[in-house]
């Protein structure tokens, strides 16, 4: 069993920058890969970025690449997401979660077994 649990959310300008933080508790964080995903109210959680288990790759949604990072600590037992240039389309609330199944980062919500309570992340204008 593995335990998510995010920080770092809060309200920003746009083009501002925060970054997610998501501790894990219950297994070792190398055996995982590890991704976020965001739902706004009344739609489909949505792929972010997610990272392999050692962290040597990572894939992004069309949406955030080039503006979001995201890396992890396995001895912190940590993934991280570095958001840059924020925008209002970015206000929600972010998922990290986690998966062993598969060696490659997965895009697919299904796949991930594991995740946090999320934390809200507000862009104004």
């Known amino acids: 069993q593995v335990h998510l649990r995010e920080s770092g959310g809060g309200e920003v300008q746009a083009g501002g920058s925060l970054a997610l933080s998501c501790v894990a508790s219950?297994?070792?964080?190398?055996?995982?890969?590890m991704a976020w995903f965001r739902q706004a109210p009344g739609k489909e959680r949505e792929f972010v970025a997610a990272?392999?288990?050692?962290?040597?790759?990572?894939r992004y949604a069309d949406s955030v690449k080039d503006r979001f990072t995201i890396y992890r600590n396995n001895a912190a037992i940590t993934l991280y997401l570095r958001m840059n240039n924020l925008q209002a389309e970015d206000t929600t609330v972010y998922y990290c979660?986690?998966?062993?199944?598969?060696?490659?980062?997965?895009?697919?919500?299904?796949?991930?077994?594991?995740w946090g309570q999320g934390t809200l992340v507000t862009v104004s204008s």
């Open positions: 979660a986690a998966e062993s199944a598969r060696p490659w980062p997965s895009a697919v919500r299904e796949h991930y077994d594991y």
């Open positions: 219950g297994r070792p964080l190398s055996t995982y890969a």
């Open positions: 990272s392999n288990s050692d962290g040597g790759t990572t």
